[in-house]
DNA sequence: ATGGTTGGCATCCAA
């Protein structure tokens, strides 16, 4: 009898104030989230539909495939949202879509200047409650892998790449962390974190969206000191962000889960709820991908 | 084992 048991890790956590929803108890909640949308130009109906119905304070969005100048930023602006961009040509390109002001926007992911891919892009945002620190990423694919005969990565390769680009990721993040303000690094990860993130894990074995090192190099940048949004709220299989446009896996539920919200400890602290909204998928002309969103006591 | 789909841009590459 007695003595002080530990609390279950894998218990949900459930906010200060219990399960406070937006506008409850005067609690003003921030809802954040990322969409790649595979495509301003051919998801206007879809990304405007969404925003309507999942009203988003902030949304980072990934796979833009379009220049800053070629943006339809109407289609953003007359929802009453700014916007910043961070493009590229036909392929790639990152942004960030806010009903707050976008303040010290930065482009680009340090650490090599000669890289031309627009992956990464960071703004703060702030409340009356505090500021929070927001990167939108769009990690490489990594495919298809390219190894030596000792099996590192070919210098060169697509693989090479996504792993020096991880690298040059943990350099950033530990310059984020050092401002001690909440932080939420979210976006398209390419990451397959766990087995149950899979519907069919062992077909992506040797993909680079889940071979072990590249798990290897997320679980290194969780290891920072991140708690993944999604599952400090929702534990077990099932749940994916991604499904393929071939052979019906939406409709099998063959997908996997790759879209990440990362929250330092300042901001895990302020999680109310983290969801992925699957349904956007069943909609008309959808993503390959859905959103996931976090609403913070912010 | 193969082909299956989509987007952007150019008549193929990335996913």
């Known amino acids: 009898m007695g003595g002080v048991r530990a609390p279950d890790p894998l218990l ?3 906010g200060r104030n219990g399960s406070v929803r937006r ?11 990322s969409f ?14 969404w925003l309507e119905s999942a009203q988003p304070d902030l949304a980072v ?3 833009i495939k379009s220049t800053d100048d070629t943006f339809p930023r109407a289609l953003i602006e007359d929802l009453g949202y700014n916007l910043e961009t961070h493009g590229q040509k036909g392929f790639n390109g990152v942004a960030i879509v806010s009903k707050l002001p976008l303040e010290d926007v930065t482009r680009g992911l340090p650490g090599d200047d000669s890289d031309p891919q627009a992956r990464w892009i ?14 939108g990423l769009y990690l490489p694919n ?6 030596e ?26 310059e984020l962390l050092a401002l001690e303000m909440p932080l939420a690094v979210m976006g398209d990860y390419n990451i397959i974190p766990q087995t149950e993130d899979a519907a069919r894990p062992d077909a992506w074995r040797d993909d680079a969206l889940f071979r072990l090192p590249s798990r290897k190099a997320y679980r290194r940048i969780l290891n920072l000191g991140f708690t993944e949004a999604f599952r400090a709220r929702t534990q077990g299989g099932g749940h994916y962000s991604f499904w393929d446009y071939q052979a019906g ?9 790759i879209d990440h919200i990362l929250l330092n400890a300042y901001a895990a602290d302020l999680l109310q709820d983290c969801r992925i909204d699957s349904d956007v998928r069943a909609g008309e002309k959808p993503s390959d991908h859905v959103p996931i969103w976090a609403e913070l006591a912010l």
């Open 36 to 49: 790649n949308i595979n495509g301003i130009k051919a998801r206007g109906p879809a990304l405007v539909r």
């Open 61 to 63: 969005l990934q796979e």
């Open 249 to 257: 896996a939406f409709e099998r539920n063959d997908g996997i889960r």
């Open 122 to 135: 960071e703004a703060t945002v702030s409340t009356e409650q505090g500021a929070l620190r927001v990167v």
């Open 142 to 147: 990594g495919n298809p892998v390219e190894l």
């Open 149 to 174: 005969g000792d099996g590192t990565p070919v210098a060169g390769g697509k693989y090479a790449y996504k792993l020096a680009w991880m690298a040059r990721m943990e350099a950033r993040l530990r």
């Open 12 to 14: 949900p956590i459930t």
């Open 23 to 33: 506008g409850k108890n005067g609690a003003r909640h921030m809802k954040i989230a």
